[in-house]
């Protein structure tokens, strides 16, 4: 299957920083790239959808401001947390898909610990 | 509002034991549907998938489900489990929007 990539795999920050994820897939073109939040022994919920060259879709109670989502090219998306708080530590998977049809591959995964 | 549920949230079984993990979704139209598996420490992967055709696929691993639309349920079945099948399996569903919907998740355990 298709293969995609975060970086960093974990992060540790303090208060009021800022930290970026970034999302690759590896061997395709990610026309569409998805973030998700998962808590412990909860389901992944989805947080934005982004697509390449445009802005990303945010689903609703999830601040824009607050986690910014650039897809700059189809194989590359990230995530900013901004002024990060010790409630945004959480996992945070990305996931990229090639075409409206196709299957999403999902990375594995960044563990954000906002002290 | 579209929901996946998954009803059963932990399950326990020993080898050789005959597994089916129930999901039903609440969608009118057409649906693409997925099971994919969490081992502990690992990301998601792809079990299996519905796009049309035959409502019974098979997935990696011995695994395979059956779409029934009368139902709306797309159950995980394997007839005869591992140890190495521990891990959370979830179901998701994708239903004429962007975005796959997520069920909770049910944890699975395979005692030796």
């Not at chain 1, 970026?20 to 998805?34: H, P, V």
């Amino acid at each position: 299957g298709a293969v995609v990539s975060q970086h960093p795999s974990r992060v540790i920050c303090k208060s009021g920083t800022s930290v970026k994820i970034e999302c690759r897939s590896l061997d395709f073109q990610a026309t569409t790239m998805f973030w998700y939040r998962q808590f412990p022994k909860k389901s992944l919920m989805l947080m934005a959808t982004s697509n390449e060259g445009s802005k990303a879709t945010y689903e609703q109670g999830v601040e824009k401001d607050k986690f910014l989502i650039n897809h700059a090219s189809l194989t590359l998306s990230t995530l900013t947390v901004t002024s990060a708080h010790p409630e945004d530590s959480s996992f945070y998977i990305c996931s990229a898909r090639s075409g409206l049809q196709e299957t999403q591959y999902f990375g594995p995964g960044t563990r954000l610990l906002v002290l | 509002a579209q929901s996946v549920s998954q009803h059963n949230h932990h399950v326990i079984l020993s080898e050789a034991a005959s597994l089916e993990l129930g999901c039903n979704y609440s969608y009118g139209g057409t649906v693409n549907l997925f099971w994919y598996v969490q081992y502990p420490g690992q990301h998601l992967q792809l079990l299996l998938k519905y796009f049309s055709g035959d409502p019974l696929v098979k997935g990696i691993k011995g695994f395979e489900a059956e779409f029934i639309k009368s139902k709306f349920s797309f159950n995980l079945r394997k007839p005869s489990v591992q140890w190495s099948d521990t891990a959370e399996y979830f179901c998701a569903v994708n239903a004429g929007t962007d975005k796959l919907i997520f069920g909770t998740g049910t944890r699975l355990q395979v005692f030796p």
